[in-house]
């Protein structure tokens, strides 16, 4: 089993940067798929961006966050990041990041079996 644990989050003003991390305790990191997700109160769950497994650089970014987010991972650290630049009061949302073992990236939180607890990002003004 995987174990994901997402650090970063914070509060921070509009407009603003911040990078969350996301260690999994696993060996196998790099054949693993990882996607960013988060869910604000009342409001569904929704993809935030993916990434695949390594040795296939398809990523997929929300139309909410492309050109602001950007995702990455880093195999040797078996670390998935999400950074985060010019937030937005709406981008407030605790963020998850989850695991799933497909060949492709995916948008559905149902296609992810390993999933983080989350971390806080609020961003005022």
């Known amino acids: 089993q995987v174990q994901l644990v997402e650090s970063g989050g914070g509060l921070v003003q509009a407009g603003g940067s911040l990078r969350l991390s996301c260690l999994a305790s696993?060996?196998?990191?790099?054949?693993?798929?990882m996607g960013w997700f988060r869910h604000a109160p009342g409001k569904e769950r929704e993809i935030v961006a993916a990434?695949?497994?390594?040795?296939?650089?398809?990523?997929y970014y929300a139309d909410s966050v492309k050109g602001r987010f950007t995702i990455s991972r880093d195999n040797a650290k078996s670390t998935v990041y999400l950074q985060m630049n010019s937030l937005k009061a709406e981008d407030t949302a605790v963020y998850y990041c989850?695991?799933?073992?497909?060949?492709?990236?995916?948008?559905?939180?149902?296609?992810?079996?390993?999933w983080g607890q989350g971390t806080q990002v609020t961003v005022s003004s």
């Open positions: 990434i695949n497994r390594s040795g296939d650089s398809t990523v």
């Open positions: 989850a695991a799933n073992f497909g060949s492709s990236v995916y948008v559905s939180p149902h296609e992810y079996v390993h």
């Open positions: 696993v060996r196998t990191f790099g054949r693993y798929g």
